[in-house]
Nanobody
């Protein structure tokens, strides 16, 4: 079993920054790819960014150049640095990982609200 806990959300003005954290339990976290998703009310869930076990990253088009995903395996944590935030970034943000032969694990989410 893997437990993921997100933190770092909050209310910020447009143009501001936040750093989200996704902290995992489990001794082999370094072997897992982790992905951040977001979902705003009435909208479909959107993939934001992902990071592989080797550190390779990818981003959704709407956040490229503004968001940065990184990981600190010593702390079992994946970060999502969000800069130049826009009101349209307002959503619940979730992290997810996949463990071979077991399945997907999701965190409970952290709310990000960007005021205009």
């Amino acid at each position: 079993q893997v437990q993921l806990v997100e933190s770092g959300g909050g209310l910020v003005e447009a143009g501001g920054s936040l750093r989200l954290s996704c902290t995992a339990s489990g001794p082999t976290f370094k072997d897992y790819a982790v992905k951040w998703f977001r979902q705003a009310p009435g909208k479909e869930r959107e993939s934001v960014a992902s990071i592989d076990s080797d550190g390779a990253t990818s981003y959704g088009d709407s956040v490229k150049g503004r968001f940065t995903i990184s990981r600190d395996n010593a702390k079992n944590t994946v970060y999502l640095q969000m800069n130049s935030l826009k009101p349209e970034d307002t959503a619940m943000y979730y992290c997810r990982t996949f463990v071979i032969n077991i399945g997907y694990f999701w965190g409970q989410g952290t709310q990000v609200t960007v005021s205009s």
